[in-house]
């Protein structure tokens, strides 16, 4: 059925209808490209962000970790230091022990009853043997060590006393019965240990 016009008209028509639609096809083509292009930057956007958040998480730890680590060299260090100014005179005490047992062994040489019947020279030279014997002992002590004491009938302790004979007493058994070498300690550690009899009850 005609609608009255001219065939050419009606072919100009058709051609701008045919036009109008490849124009929206390609508007719409277009639209679909940039918005493609939007979410491939979106995703690359997360994606940078996250390698970014991540490599931020792995330094902050190396950095606590490197905080932590300083904090124990110098504890460490802190540490090694006080340990050499208590320590330091180690050697050289315990090169001095067998002096002070010495003048232990001179002193228990002379019983205490036959002290009084010693000459005035006799009882100068005990009195300056004494003498030498404390400031001895005063000497080591201004520099940390000390005498192990382990009295008759005290626990025996195998961190402080060297076990060297078990012997029958009036203590009872696993106590110290007597004692024959002082025992030494430089700090809290053991320069040398006392040589006890263990009582055997």
């Known amino acids: ?3 009255g016009r001219d065939p050419s008209e009606i072919q100009d028509d058709v051609e701008l209808s045919e036009a109008a639609q490849e124009m929206a096809d390609a508007m719409e083509a277009a639209a679909n490209e940039m918005d493609g292009k939007a979410s491939e930057d979106e995703i690359s956007m997360e994606q940078r962000f996250q390698m970014l958040a991540d490599e931020n998480a792995k ?4 950095v606590l970790r490197a905080h932590a680590e300083m904090d124990n060299i110098r504890k460490r260090a802190e540490r090694q230091v006080a340990d050499t100014r208590v320590y ?3 050697k050289f005490a315990g090169d001095l022990l067998p002096v002070s047992d010495n003048f232990a062994r001179a002193l228990d040489a002379l019983p205490e009853g036959e002290r009084d019947g010693l000459s005035d020279a006799g009882k100068n030279l005990l009195v300056g043997v004494e003498a030498i014997q404390k400031e001895l002992h005063a000497a080591l002590a ?23 004979s078990q012997i029958p007493s009036e203590h009872p058994s696993g106590k ?9 300690k430089i700090g809290n550690r053991t320069l040398r ?6 009582s055997a009850g």
């Open 193 to 198: 240990a006392a040589m006890v009899a263990v």
């Open 142 to 164: 201004r520099h940390g060590v000390t005498a192990i004491h382990a009295e008759p009938g005290s626990d025996f302790d195998p961190n402080l006393h060297q076990a060297v």
């Open 59 to 62: 330094l902050k730890d190396q």
């Open 88 to 90: 330091a005179v180690e």
């Open 1 to 3: 059925m005609s609608d």
């Open 176 to 184: 110290v019965a007597a004692t024959f070498q002082t025992g030494w």
